[in-house]
């Protein structure tokens, strides 16, 4: 659920530069004389402002999200458009035009998800030697085609030792082994690799968060894309500084923290820096602002109670991806923000000592007040209302985690009830509303579809 990659989306660019670059692992380069990528659906629509095109070409090139330079990639992009030519996997050089050759089609969408893509190869006579029809369904994870339309997009984990893929099963294995969340799905994690794998592992995701904490807090600037937003981020961590030791009797003294470490992380994704997919881009802030709550606010935190709040927070993330969605283009933004906000809740709740009921009663209570949550980044851009966004997201989390422990965790609303009714209002929601730009703040704001955003004909 923890991938770390570069913003500004993990479905609309995690997910193509990972598509993309498994394409070109399976080509024969010596056949190949020419490249297309056609993106579709929401990918069409959004593609620009979120980086999608980018993401392609930096795939074709052989870039992986997760250790590309975002220093470099300007440059590398710069360098294809000024010669025309890309050098597939950087081992052999075809003609290449980005404008030509990656078209965004915001009018077509295929039935099995609205995140689309369809990567073409040629030969020197015009022939295919291969195509592929991939999926990005959210959180940087790809499918190729077929896909089912109502099949789940993640295996739910065969063979593993307390398997799960509902609340109920989760809750189910809890009481059956007498272990916490967090150390079952440690169980499970530990049958695939050594314990210190899994620990080390986990704390490489936290330093990858609390790197991007540290460089959103001291970058100013204005974010790219043309809609003049300024990072808020190292104004409000120097002013929360300043009053360091006179914060005494401000009893939301730690609420401001909370809200900084949000808009720090969602300003870096925004302007493509390395972020950690939980369990998206375009919901990154939220788990480490939570996270960051914890370490600077909670007496006794520790690396170990950061690897119980992570496992839990997991946990929980496999359920909203197996059983929900995590995609804001199939959903809407209740499936990213309030999948991040449910993850956070039930990490928290987990390393201040809750039940695994109460764990799941916090993710619940986060869901289920999200619903309904609409996906309508203006211009395009993961900027507005995504930054804030993650901070409301964030303190949500943080009152659904006090809420479920002052609950002996038993509730009317379940889990899987919370993550059913995202789905069946994801369904309902039109998609103006669900990663287009075609509605709601995206249009409000400015009165039209802003630059980036490729318009369906009515």
Not at 15 to 42: C, I, K, N, W, Y
Not at 352 to 364: K, S
Not at 397 to 421: K, P
Request: overall charge negative.
């Amino acid at each position: 659920m923890f991938s770390i990659g570069i913003g500004p989306s993990s479905s609309h660019t995690v997910g193509p530069m990972r598509a993309a670059r498994a394409f070109a692992e399976d080509l024969d380069l010596d056949r190949v004389h020419s490249v297309t990528v056609d993106l579709l659906g929401s990918l069409g629509a959004t593609g620009r402002g979120h980086g999608s095109d980018r993401a392609v070409v930096l795939g074709l090139l052989g870039e992986r999200p997760e250790d590309v330079d975002p220093d470099a990639v300007e440059g590398y992009l710069r360098e294809v458009r000024r010669t025309r030519e890309l050098p597939l996997l950087r081992r052999r050089t075809i003609g290449f035009d980005p404008d030509a050759d990656v078209r965004l089609d915001g009018r077509t969408s295929l039935p099995a998800h609205p995140n689309a893509m369809v990567l073409t190869a040629r030969d020197a006579a015009g022939a295919v030697v291969a195509e592929r029809t991939s999926y990005s369904v959210g959180g940087g994870f790809v499918k190729d085609h077929p896909l089912e339309p109502d099949a789940p997009v993640a295996d739910p984990g065969p063979g593993l030792p307390w398997g799960f893929r509902t609340g109920a099963e989760l809750l189910e294995n809890c009481r059956a082994t007498g272990l916490g969340i967090a150390d079952l799905v440690r169980r499970n994690e530990e049958s695939l690799r050594p314990a210190a794998d899994v620990d080390a592992g986990l704390l490489r995701v936290f330093t990858a968060m609390r790197a991007c904490v540290d460089h959103g807090l001291v970058t100013d600037g204005v974010l790219p894309g043309g809609l003049g937003v300024r990072r808020r981020a190292p104004g409000l961590h120097r002013q929360l500084l300043a009053e360091e030791g006179r914060s005494g009797s401000d009893v939301l003294h730690a609420m401001d923290w909370v809200s900084l470490f949000a808009l720090a992380v969602n300003e870096e994704n925004a302007a493509g820096g390395r972020v950690v997919t939980a369990p998206t881009n375009g919901a990154a802030g939220i788990v480490p602002a939570v996270l960051h709550f914890y370490r600077r606010f909670v007496p006794g935190a520790d690396d170990a109670g950061t690897v119980r709040f992570l496992l839990a927070a997991g946990g929980v993330g496999i359920v909203l991806k197996e059983t929900g969605s995590i995609s804001g283009a199939e959903v809407g933004c209740q499936g990213e923000v309030g999948s991040a906000s449910a993850m956070a809740a039930a990490g928290l709740t987990e390393v201040l000592g809750g039940t695994p009921e109460q764990v799941e009663n916090a993710a619940e209570i986060a869901v289920e007040h999200h619903l309904g949550l609409t996906c309508d980044p203006v211009g395009g851009l993961v900027q507005i209302p995504c930054i804030e966004r993650n901070a409301v997201g964030a303190t949500t989390a943080i009152h659904a985690a006090r809420t479920a422990m002052r609950g002996d965790g038993r509730h009317v609303v379940s889990l899987d009830t919370a993550i059913a009714t995202m789905r069946q209002t994801g369904a309902h929601m039109r998609s103006e509303y669900k990663e287009t730009s075609l509605g709601g703040l995206a249009l409000t704001v400015v009165g039209r579809p802003a630059v980036g955003v490729n318009v369906p004909e009515c």
